[in-house]
């Protein structure tokens, strides 16, 4: 067993309904132990891959092996390995939080004494040993999450499939939610989560990139910002990008102008390299600016240029 | 396997009895509408409030008035003077009957003329209605006959000659294993089978639409258990609690209203064990085309209308057009109520219940496989 060796793979899968495709011939490979981001907007067709390789779902054309197995032959198999935590994190409102881990352990086939050890450890990495016979309805969001994850967890899978884990959960908990799945993959799991949120992405090791059904991009998070995003990027402070673009306008080496929030991204030719270089560039063409900073281009950018290409 | 089937279980009941409204549709639901239903349908007929028009005022009419009221059947409201009067009474729903003496009745009766004796009968309890007239009819036969024999006799003395009797020939109807009426009785067995029908029908389809709702259902299908323990699970919890309904009925049957129980209970134990197995099929059947609580509830309803109405409960089955009597055959509700008023009143055996049990078993077996069948297909 080596240590990339894949523990998904995807080979041309794809899911019609009707005559709509929503996922359409995707191919990747998750490896052992990895944070694998599925990227994309609402209804770009994550939770219909998500729930095609937890057996839930079957593919129209392709296939795909989850933990060696086959979706499509053996979806029972492939059961057995994975945990799958739904978009809603769904759990009994109406049962304690003890009662909604000793169903799903049971679920699972662990009775008994496994089944206490069981709970008492998920309760304990829910950090919820305190409220075990608290009605679930009563937590909040964020706890609820918690819980929702340690119930997955429970019969200690392989392979976890997040989706969209941390959507309507607080900054806060979703940090140290995050923090709990790295902590997972360091201990061996191999995790499958998708988002939305483009920062999340960060925390992945990989990211597959769906837009429409199709996966536009996969790759490290260094990897897709290098392939994606040419030159370099600068930070501008005190100045309006309207007034810049109109500057800049005809200049053959800038590459792209957008405001950020209180600054302006501005990217450039690779040779233009340094602040120094900018402010050069940016001198005598009657627009203000203030401090100049090299930035990395982040995924946000590698996104827009990836759906600004498509449309 | 085992311990799936049991994690099931245990959660259901836990949810069952955790939420105060579901355990008591459950448990006390069925008692308190034995109890209600059983004191609000009362199909037995006495005491009818009954209005008197005595247009002739005489002993004669007076006479026929008291005795009309001296019995069980009719119970005097009082007296008024024109028929548009006891009419208005009959309106207001104040009586349910009246009965005019006419003008001259008295002379009428002893010139030996044809005398007539009007009743005014509210229809609207059509049952009552028709009780009352006969009753009001077999008086007024009587009275009759009694006058032409008083007046035969009388002719005859003043004759000095000796008459027969003449032959009177009357019918004398024996209610068998019901003597006194009691409709309560016919009633409880009634009752039994509804109830039933509540608890499996609505129960089932309405649990597996809240998992639906809940995406609880999408979190049970990503385990690895079967779906056949799925559906075990989901139904063995309401097979166990209808079939203690079903005791608490036929119980509260016998300790409240005092229906016997003369035959041998375990016929009805499996007369109910193939009744609950198509029930819940229907319940299972229900929500595997049912997206929300609400379309459950609304489909389950839909189904246990007719099931009620066309299972002899209320309305006698032969009473009913042909084509509908065939359709009875095919409900279970129609089957398990002749088995429990055979069993119970008429201490029937099991070759006397064969046919029932036959047909529930049949209809168990057919509507529970092909309810697993759809599950299967949709839990894939
Ligand atoms: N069961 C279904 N029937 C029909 N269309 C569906 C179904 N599930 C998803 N879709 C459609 O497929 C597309 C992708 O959905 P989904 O995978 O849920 O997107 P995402 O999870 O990325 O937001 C959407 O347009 C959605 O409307
Ligand atoms: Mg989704």
């Known amino acids: 067993m080596s240590l990339d060796e894949h523990v998904i793979e995807v080979r041309d899968l794809s899911r019609k309904f009707g005559a709509f495709t929503a996922v359409d011939a995707v191919n990747f490979d998750v490896r052992r132990s990895e944070i694998f981001g599925y990227l994309g907007a609402n209804g770009a067709g994550k939770s219909t891959t998500i729930r095609m390789l937890c057996g839930l779902l079957a593919p129209t054309t392709g296939h795909a092996t989850v933990a060696g197995k086959d979706i499509a032959r053996d979806p029972v198999g492939v059961k057995r390995s994975i945990g799958y935590m739904s978009q809603r994190f769904s759990l009994y409102l109406d049962l304690t939080v003890q009662e909604n881990l000793q169903f799903f352990a049971g679920a699972y086939g662990i009775g008994g004494k496994k089944q206490r050890v069981a709970v008492d450890a998920a309760l304990e990495r829910a950090q919820l040993q305190d409220s075990r016979n608290v009605i679930t309805k009563s937590l909040p969001g964020g706890v609820r999450q918690r819980l929702a994850l340690a119930s997955a967890l429970i019969h200690k899978p392989v392979i976890l499939f997040l989706d969209e884990p941390t959507a309507g959960v607080s900054p806060d908990s979703r940090r140290d939610f995050w923090r709990m799945i790295r902590g997972l993959a360091r201990e061996g799991t191999t995790l499958f989560v998708t988002t939305h949120h483009l920062d999340e992405a960060e925390y992945c090791d990989r990211i597959g990139l769906m837009v429409d059904g199709k996966l536009v991009a996969l790759g490290t998070p260094p990897e897709l910002k290098r392939e994606h995003v040419a030159g370099a990027m600068f930070a501008l402070a005190d100045t309006d990008h309207r007034a810049l673009r109109a500057a800049l306008a005809g200049d053959a080496r800038v590459l792209q102008i957008q405001p950020f929030g209180r600054r302006v991204h501005l990217r450039v030719d690779a040779a233009l390299g340094t602040p120094v270089d900018i402010q050069s560039m940016l001198t005598g063409r009657g627009v203000a600016f203030g401090e100049i900073q090299r930035i990395e281009p982040t995924l946000e950018d590698v996104f827009l240029e990836l759906v600004g290409g498509a449309s | ?380």
């Not at chain 2, 009357?170 to 294993?177: D, K």
């Not at chain 2, 595997?288 to 509830?297: G, I």
């Open chain 2, 1 to 380: 396997m085992r311990t799936a089937l049991w994690a099931i279980i245990l959660k259901e009941l836990r949810q069952t009895f955790r939420d105060k409204r579901t355990a008591a549709l459950l448990i006390v639901a069925p008692v308190i509408q034995l109890i209600v239903l059983g004191f609000a349908v009362n199909l037995e007929v006495d005491h009818v409030p009954t209005a008197i028009v005595d247009l002739d005022r005489t002993p004669e009419s007076r006479r026929f008035a008291d005795g009309l009221v001296a019995g069980e059947t009719f119970e005097m409201k009082g007296n008024v003077d024109t028929g548009e009067e006891a009419i208005e009474l009959i309106d207001h729903g104040k009586v349910c009957i009246a009965v005019v003496l006419p003008a001259g009745f008295e002379r009428s009766l002893g010139d030996g003329l044809p005398t007539q004796v009007q009743l005014l009968v509210d229809g609207g309890d059509s049952n009552r209605a028709i009780i009352a007239q006969n009753a009001a009819t077999a008086y007024t036969t009587q009275v009759g006959f009694r006058l032409a024999m008083d007046r035969a006799q009388q002719q005859a003395a003043a004759l000095g000659v000796f008459v027969k009797r003449p032959a009177l020939l009357q019918v004398q109807a024996r209610i068998l294993y019901n003597p006194t009426l009691n409709s309560h009785i016919y009633f409880v067995p009634g009752v039994g089978g509804t109830l039933l029908l509540v608890v499996t029908v609505i129960v089932t389809s309405m649990g597996l639409a809240r998992e639906k709702e809940a995406g609880t259902m999408e979190q049970i299908m990503v385990t690895p258990m079967s779906p056949m323990v799925v559906i075990l699970g989901k139904t063995l919890p309401y097979a166990l609690i209808a079939f203690v309904d079903l005791g608490l009925v036929v119980a509260g049957g016998a300790l409240i209203f005092k229906v016997p129980i003369r035959g041998q209970l375990w016929l009805i134990g499996l007369a109910g064990i193939l009744y609950i197995l198509t029930t819940l099929g229907i319940g299972l059947l229900i929500s595997t085309v049912a997206k929300s609580q609400q379309q459950s509830f609304m489909l389950a309803f839909f189904f246990m209308m007719p099931a009620i109405l066309l299972s002899g409960f209320m309305t006698p089955i032969a009473n009913m057009p042909h084509w509908l009597q065939l359709v009875t055959h095919f409900n279970p509700v129609r089957h398990l109520i002749e088995v429990l008023r055979a069993v119970l009143l008429k201490a029937a055996t099991f070759s006397d219940v064969a046919p029932q049990l036959v047909a529930l078993g049949g209809l168990g077996i057919t509507v529970f496989l092909l309810a697993v069948m759809a599950m299967q297909r949709q839990l894939k």
